[in-house]
């Protein structure tokens, strides 16, 4: 069984930074594709940014050059550095591990102010 807690989110001014984490149970964090999703209310969930076990990423054009996927295998955590932040960055953040079957952590909320 595998559980995804994040942490990290909050309340920034437009213009500021967060750094959202990712912990997961179980031990097969290293083998397993990460990836950071989003929703803000009343739209559909969306990708953000995607890291392969191998550490190759992918990105959203709207976060290219302003969001950053990493993760750390020794720590069963995968991160999002969110930089330059914007109003429209507002929304539930969740992981989401892939490893044949997916499974989700319960989000947190970023909240960015104009």
């Known amino acids: 069984q595998v559980q995804l807690v994040e942490s990290g989110g909050g309340l920034v001014q437009a213009g ?6 990712c912990a997961a149970s179980g031990s097969i964090f290293s083998i ?7 929703q803000a209310p009343g739209k559909q969930r969306e990708l953000v940014a995607g890291i392969t076990r191998g550490g190759t990423t992918n990105y959203a054009d709207f976060v290219k050059g302003r969001f950053t996927i990493s993760r750390d295998n020794a720590k069963n955590t995968v991160y999002l550095q969110m930089n330059s ?8 953040y969740y992981c989401k591990l892939r490893r044949g079957s997916e499974y989700w952590g319960q989000g947190t909320q970023v909240t960015v102010s104009s």
């Not at 500021?16 to 984490?21: A, E, I, N, P, Q």
């Not at 397993?32 to 989003?38: L, N, V």
Request: net charge positive; glycine share 10%.
């Open 85 to 92: 932040l914007k109003p429209e960055d507002t929304a539930v």
């Open 16 to 21: 500021g930074s967060l750094r959202l984490s």
């Open 32 to 38: 397993s594709a990460m990836g950071w999703y989003r």
